[in-house]
Structures are given as structure tokens and as C-alpha cells.
């Protein structure tokens, strides 16, 4: 493994937290959004799931 590809990693992993933590945090923050925020919250959750790539 590549020492540029574990600073990728690295840098990956903090952005993708990031992106979560916006989403997690904008959901409820919002009042149109906070009304819809069981169904909001876990489309957060699957798009940051989905962004992630599969090790391997």
C-alpha cells in the first residue's frame, strides 16, 4: 500500500465524517426539514453509505 493511498484514506474518511456530520446537523437544524426528519435523517445516513467504498 502506497503512502499516497493512505493519505487519500485518511483525507476520505475526515471529508466523508464532514459531509455526515452537515447532513446530521441540517436535518434537524431546519424547520421544513426538521418536520420530515425520520425520513431525512436516513437518506443521510444511505447517501454516506453509499459514498463510501467497499474495502477490498
Not at 446530521?24 to 453509505?49: C, F, T, Y
Request: glycine fraction near 6%.
Amino acid at each position: 500500500m502506497s503512502v499516497r493511498f493512505q493519505i487519500a484514506s485518511l483525507v476520505f474518511m475526515m471529508v466523508d465524517a464532514v459531509v455526515f456530520d452537515f447532513g446530521a446537523v441540517l436535518v434537524p437544524g431546519i424547520p421544513v426539514l426538521a418536520a420530515n426528519a425520520q425520513i431525512q435523517v436516513p437518506v443521510v445516513v444511505a447517501s454516506v453509505l453509499v459514498s463510501t467504498p467497499c474495502p477490498g
